[in-house]
Each structure stands twice: as structure tokens, then as C-alpha cells.
């Protein structure tokens, strides 16, 4: 198993561009995806974009349109998701987890990860 814990969430303004942290520890990460997922209030837990360990490459959903960026420091082992211009309906509990040793296509459902972390609210004030 590997421990992620997320932080960077808040109460921010519409069009600030706050930045999620999602630092992982304990079994090392060698192989997989490690996957931004949101879910709001009666919603179901929404794929935002994965990164793959092996490589940095990134996928993300068709929602982002680019306003959002994940990104990997490897030294400290630490993924980020960079979101620019933020709008009211990306308020929710934003969740990183983990596809460990993971291969082949990107994983977006909730059910091809294995770890999770605990989530940070982002609240998107108009």
C-alpha cells in the first residue's frame, strides 16, 4: 500500500488558480498512475486526470479543456494538480489515488485504484 495525503484545498475566489498537493509515501512507487478524482454533493466521484509514473504523461478528462495541469515532483514525491481559472462548479472534495504497478491503458474509474487519499475540499466562491 501506499499513503497519499492531499492539501492545498480552501475557500478561494473565481478565477484563482490554486494548486492540490498530493504527497505519497510508504511502498515505493515504481510503476502505475496516480489519479485526480472531485466529487461534489450528490455526485459521484468524477475522473479529473491521471499521470503515469514511468514516464510523467498525462491524460486528462474532456471537462478540463485545459484549465487543469498535473504535474510530478519526483524528489519529493509529490504530485500536483494546478488549477487555472477556477469556476464555481469545480468546488468539491478533491481526491488523489493510486494505480500501483498498474500498465497499459489509463485508468478512470474509481474502481482501478487501489489507495486513496483522504481528500481536500476546494470551494470556488463567484
Known amino acids: 500500500q501506499v499513503q497519499l495525503v492531499e492539501s492545498g484545498g480552501g475557500l478561494v475566489q473565481a478565477g484563482v488558480s490554486p494548486r492540490l498537493s498530493c504527497a505519497a509515501s510508504?511502498?515505493?512507487?515504481?510503476?502505475?498512475?496516480l489519479g485526480w478524482f472531485r466529487q461534489a454533493p450528490g455526485t459521484e466521484r468524477e475522473f479529473v486526470g491521471a499521470?503515469?509514473?514511468?514516464?510523467?504523461?498525462?491524460h486528462y478528462a474532456d471537462f478540463v479543456k485545459g484549465r487543469f495541469t498535473i504535474s510530478r515532483d519526483s524528489a519529493k514525491n509529490t504530485v500536483y494538480l494546478q488549477m487555472d481559472s477556477s469556476k464555481p462548479e469545480d468546488s468539491a472534495v478533491y481526491y488523489c489515488?493510486?494505480?500501483?504497478?498498474?500498465?497499459?491503458?489509463?485508468?478512470?474509474?474509481?474502481?482501478?485504484?487501489?489507495?486513496w487519499g483522504q481528500g481536500t475540499q476546494i470551494t470556488v466562491s463567484s
Open positions: 510508504g511502498r515505493t512507487f515504481r510503476n502505475g498512475f
Open positions: 489515488a493510486a494505480a500501483l504497478g498498474r500498465v497499459g491503458d489509463w485508468p478512470r474509474s474509481p474502481m482501478d485504484y487501489d489507495s
Open positions: 499521470i503515469r509514473w514511468s514516464d510523467d504523461s498525462t
